[in-house]
């Protein structure tokens, strides 16, 4: 009697699981956390203002001789020619 039990209660269990992430497999809920990848990465590489830090701000369109971002401002941080380069790059 207690073998038929433990069965319906795993069976109650499975299909419990199966009830509560079907919506989430079938709509796309699983994979939200690889849709909001974003190509950055914490924190600030000295000397390479370039790269996007995600616990900045986005920097928006780049224009060549504006101010620089505050990546920019903060990877540069004493290091002769560096913002400089930024700003006035020759793209």
Request: glycine content about 12%; charged content about 10%.
């Amino acid at each position: 009697m207690s073998i038929s039990r433990v069965t319906r209660f795993l069976g109650a269990a499975v299909a419990a699981a199966g009830f509560l992430m079907g919506p989430a497999v079938l709509f796309g809920g699983a994979t939200t956390a690889q849709s909001e990848a974003r190509p950055c990465y914490n924190g600030i590489i000295p000397g390479n203002p370039w790269v996007q830090s995600c616990s900045l701000p986005d920097r928006g369109h780049k224009i060549r001789g504006s101010a620089p971002d505050a990546n920019a401002i903060i990877a540069c941080r004493d290091i002769p020619g560096c913002l400089s380069a930024y700003v006035n790059g020759p793209w």
